[in-house]
């Protein structure tokens, strides 16, 4: 089936930094790919829409600024979660929606620490 | 817009024995419905997806849920489940945009613990 690949899964990092988080689809191209956050023990928040060569759209609340989305290509889309602070560490969970199908592909998602 | 209720946050069930979790849903227009299951720090699986058609939907791990556009309800059902049944079942909601899905809404989320 197809597969959604994020990386890295785990990552620490101190207070002030920037973290980049990758989504890739291994085998077919997404135009449209989405962004959540997942707190403990909670749902998966909707973060943005990113679409392949625009840019992308932030869902009510989301910081635009803070959590800047890149998606340059087919394969491809990355959340950089610019000057983290510790209440930015969550769990970050991609979808990628295959070209043809339309059908929607997670990614095992991404576990971010800011200390 | 869409939302997702998922009345309840916590199911305990014994092996064997049958379980429904519920959800319903809200939409001004026709929607793709899902249910998701979570096991702990993994991401998400798909275990079944209404799209069209037939409203009785069977899924993977013997999972099946009914689409009653009446009750606005998809409550997902298995007849006897299983300690590796144990997880967090997501409900989701997909407005049915101009190429097939639009954005993925998700309900809070039902923990299902199987107990021996």
């Known amino acids: 089936g197809a597969v959604v690949s994020q990386h890295p899964s785990r990552v620490i990092c101190k207070s002030g930094t920037s973290v980049k988080i990758e989504c890739r689809s291994l085998d077919f191209q997404a135009t449209t790919m989405f962004w959540y956050r997942q707190f403990p023990k909670q749902s998966l928040m909707l973060m943005a829409t990113s679409n392949e060569g625009s840019k992308a759209t932030y869902e009510q609340g989301v910081e635009k600024d803070k959590f800047l989305i890149n998606h340059a290509s087919l394969t491809l889309s990355t959340l950089t979660v610019t000057s983290a602070h510790p209440e930015d560490s969550s769990f970050y969970i991609c979808?990628?929606?295959?070209?043809?199908?339309?059908?929607?592909?997670f990614g095992e998602g991404s576990r971010l620490t800011v200390l | 817009a869409q939302s997702v209720t998922q009345l309840d946050s916590q199911v305990p069930v014994f092996e064997e024995a049958p379980v429904e979790l519920r959800c319903n849903y809200s939409s001004s227009v026709s929607v793709y419905l899902f249910w998701y299951v979570q096991y702990p720090n993994q991401g998400l699986q798909l275990l079944l997806k209404?799209?069209?058609?037939?409203?009785l939907v069977k899924g993977i791990n013997g999972f099946e849920a009914e689409f009653n556009k009446s009750q606005t309800s998809f409550h997902l059902r298995k007849p006897s489940v299983h300690i590796s049944d144990t997880a967090e079942y997501f409900c989701?909601?997909?407005?049915?945009?101009?190429?097939?899905?639009?954005?993925?809404?998700f309900g809070p989320g039902t923990s299902l613990s199987v107990i021996p």
């Open positions: 209404y799209l069209s058609g037939s409203t």
């Open positions: 979808s990628a929606r295959a070209e043809y199908t339309g059908e929607l592909f």
């Open positions: 989701a909601v997909s407005d049915q945009g101009e190429t097939s899905y639009d954005k993925v809404i």
